[in-house]
């Protein structure tokens, strides 16, 4: 019997592919990757288990992947101010190059002659899994049921789900495609795809209505080494425990939620909801730390930079030798990244509103208006003479 390493989520369509699959003459093995997508109780670990077991997997892998995903993944891609279109934070394009490289690594162990997905046609994650596992392994095979199956919609999935005993927990009426890690959560599909209409509050997993917050707003501070957040408050923490804490802070006060309409790889362009309270707030704050301690000409070429990291990685090309040349770039640009930035978070909004650092290239003595001023304003005229230069005409 041919075997397939599926990228298993516990979700409604990779629960569907083990029975379809089996039913094809798959022997179907399952991989799990914990990226810190709520599995952390055994009790979810297990029913996610036995929900690919009764689906028709014959094994089933699950291994936690988060301090390599955090590490490896995160901190690079936070380090580069990487946002996509402005608002995507990029946390289901981030975790799916860490994925693929297990499930090449388990088909090997296996023996098993392809890997197996349950990304859409129309979606970006197919080419972030298939471009990674062929770069790693091209001779495997790769399925991707979603795209050649018979069913047309998520109701089709659920009766299916249901004829053949598979336990799911979407709904008819709340059937919202998910994808969620310690970075974040991004949701779409249902009502979302409805313009005109406000997400639903039911559609928000993590973070509370920045209207029905408290009328009094929340002081913290990060402190960062070299381009990494290693304390919030002045209390120490392991990053994966760091990003924890600050998405339930951040959720309690409405922060990090943003609504996109964003331009897919494949040419079209779809709505989604995301969920990111640390990455919003780890993002300011780095962000803010950068335009304390770079200089101009560097802090005005790093954005650059950065729109071209966030499109590499939103592609899937997280190993192209392009983005390997942008890591050398972005690091040489975090040695002086140190520093400590205060954060009000209030009403949905995250603002920095404190700026501390050795590094710091703000001279209070240059920018005051005060009677401490030591700026010789005389030396302005000559200045713009010369800067003017080149434009008359």
């Known amino acids: ?9 516990g979700g409604l369509d990779t629960s569907c592919i083990v029975k379809w699959l089996t039913d094809k003459g798959y022997e179907v093995v399952c991989f799990v990757a914990d990226l810190g997508q709520g599995l952390g109780k055994g009790e979810d670990l297990d029913a996610i288990e036995e929900r690919a077991l009764a689906a028709g997997a014959t094994k089933v892998y699950i291994k936690d992947l988060q301090d390599e995903f955090v590490e490896d993944f995160i901190i690079p891609a936070l380090k580069a101010n990487a946002v996509y279109e402005g608002k995507y934070l990029l946390a289901t394009a981030l975790g799916r190059p860490l994925i693929a490289k297990y499930l090449v690594d388990i088909a090997h162990k296996e023996k098993a002659i392809a890997i197996a997905h349950g990304c859409t046609g129309k979606g970006n994650e197919q080419v972030r899994f298939e471009v990674t596992a062929e770069e790693l392994d091209a001779k495997l095979e790769i399925l991707a049921p979603v795209r050649v199956w018979e069913f047309k919609s998520r109701e ?30 991004s949701i779409e599909s249902g009502v979302l795809e409805n313009l005109e209409q406000e997400p639903p509050e039911d559609a928000y997993m993590i973070t509370s209505s920045p209207s029905g917050q408290s009328t009094y707003p929340k002081y913290i501070e990060v402190y ?15 990053l994966k425990t760091l990003i924890s804490h600050l ?24 709505r989604e909801i995301y969920e990111a309270p640390a990455a919003t707030i780890l993002h300011i704050a780095h962000k803010e730390l950068e335009n304390l301690v770079l200089d101009r ?16 990685v939103y592609y899937g090309l997280w190993y192209s030798a392009l983005k390997d040349a942008l890591d050398g770039f972005v690091n040489s640009t975090q040695k002086y990244v140190t520093g400590t930035i205060r954060l009000k978070l209030f009403k949905g909004n995250c603002v920095a509103v404190g700026r501390k650092s050795k590094n710091s290239l703000y001279k209070k003595e240059l920018s005051t208006y005060g009677k401490e001023d030591k700026f010789d304003q005389k030396l302005a005229e000559g200045f713009i003479k010369l800067w003017g230069m080149p434009y008359k005409r």
Do not use: C, Q
């Open 224 to 238: 960062f080494e070299k381009g990494v957040p290693k304390r919030i408050d002045g209390r120490a923490y392991k």
């Open 247 to 270: 998405n339930e802070i951040g959720g309690l006060y409405g922060v990090g939620r943003s609504d996109l309409v964003e331009n897919r790889l494949v040419g079209i362009k779809s």
């Open 1 to 9: 019997m041919k075997k397939v390493v599926l990228a298993y989520s």
């Open 156 to 185: 089709e999935e659920i009766e299916y789900a249901r004829e053949n005993g598979i336990p799911i927990d979407v709904t008819k009426k709340k059937p919202y495609s998910i994808d969620r890690n310690i970075w974040g959560i």
């Open 297 to 312: 000409e560097l802090a005005h070429f790093k954005e650059i930079i950065a729109l071209k990291y966030s499109e590499l």
